[in-house]
């Protein structure tokens, strides 16, 4: 059972330069995400509700995940800024997109994306972070550092769960060839402002 994994390819430094001279936008687009990420976890749980390990993880983490939103809402308030309307998310759509049908299938694939998905924005998180202390904002790094080792909990929960209702050498072929799709539509997607 593999615990943890390495993503196959690091964002490009052009992301973190492009977040910090827009880091408005980054903020608006974070806040979305970690609100479409709580209602992920709910959505899990209306779909799964038999799973009795994956309902207790989803509900803590839909918790956790609007909690994290209410934070950066209240960053964007203070700077003056609004939410903005949920748009569609190219990466996460691609994913989608590749995701197997088949219920057991399509519930691996969920699973495994999710942690990926997750794997990705704690090493995103990690990067504002270092960028905040470079200019010296010592409150704000803290607080995507500490998202950051979140994000990093989370891809290991549902890599955990994957393993707690699928075989464990169906998980590890399986997550192996999302980590290569991630890195290919990661790397092709253009560079925006955005978490994803």
């Given at each position: 059972m593999i615990?943890?994994?390495?993503l196959h390819a690091p964002t490009p430094k052009s992301w973190t330069e492009c977040v910090m001279t827009n880091f408005?936008?980054?903020l608006i687009d974070h806040a979305a995400c970690e609100k479409k990420a709580a209602g992920m976890a709910t959505s899990m749980i209306s779909h799964y509700p038999d799973r009795q390990a994956l309902v207790t993880a989803m509900c803590d983490l839909a918790v956790e995940e609007m909690m994290h939103f209410?934070?950066?809402?209240?960053?964007?308030?203070?700077?003056?800024?609004?939410?903005?309307?949920?748009?569609?998310?190219?990466?996460?759509?691609?994913?989608?997109?590749?995701m197997t049908k088949g219920k057991q299938a399509y519930f691996l694939d969920r699973l495994l994306v999710g942690s990926v998905v997750e794997a990705r924005g704690a090493e995103r998180f990690a990067l504002v972070a270092q960028a905040l202390a470079l200019?010296?904002?010592?409150?704000?790094?803290?607080?995507y550092k500490a998202l950051a080792q979140s994000e990093s909990r989370h891809y290991t929960l549902f890599l955990k769960l994957a393993y707690c209702y699928f075989d464990d050498n169906e998980v590890a072929v399986k997550l192996e060839q999302w980590l290569?799709?991630?890195?290919k539509i990661m790397l092709d997607l253009a560079i925006r402002p955005a978490l994803h």
């Open positions: 615990e943890q994994f390495e408005s936008d980054f209410r934070e950066v809402t209240k960053l964007i308030h203070q700077q003056g800024l609004i939410l903005a309307k949920d748009e569609k998310d190219p990466y996460i759509a691609q994913l989608r997109d590749n200019q010296e904002n010592q409150a704000l790094a803290q607080f290569k799709l991630e890195t």
